[in-house]
């Protein structure tokens, strides 16, 4: 018997929650939208934004499925995210288009707007 994947648990969601960690190690839960491609998850913030800078200082992640408002559905989930370069965006930005609509109009994007791909650990 195979042991499902890592990303099994988050197939079908609309939405995590990403945990990230202050310097002092305290966590910090945002739900956000995701999107799937083969042993990856991408997610696109601000680098502007709290999360971007968290994770700019320490890569270490959890995920689990959550409501619109953060209310967890599932497990935890621990993982590492990488900030993409402008050059690699494109995976991203089309994995998340094809999930949520709303991200095909150009009022959502800003020069600001970075896109974050996190690797799930296996259970």
Known sequence: MSEPAPAAPLQGQKYIS???FRRNGQEVRTP???AEQPGQLYVMTRNDS????????QPQVRLAPCTMRGKLTGAWID???R?????????ARQALERKYFLMRFPWLWSRKNVFLEITLRPA
Do not use: P
């Open 32 to 34: 956000v939208w995701f």
């Open 79 to 81: 993982g590492q995210a």
């Open 83 to 91: 900030i993409l370069d402008r050059a690699e965006e494109g995976v």
């Open 50 to 57: 709290g999360k971007f800078r968290r994770i700019r200082n």
């Open 18 to 20: 990403l945990a990230t």
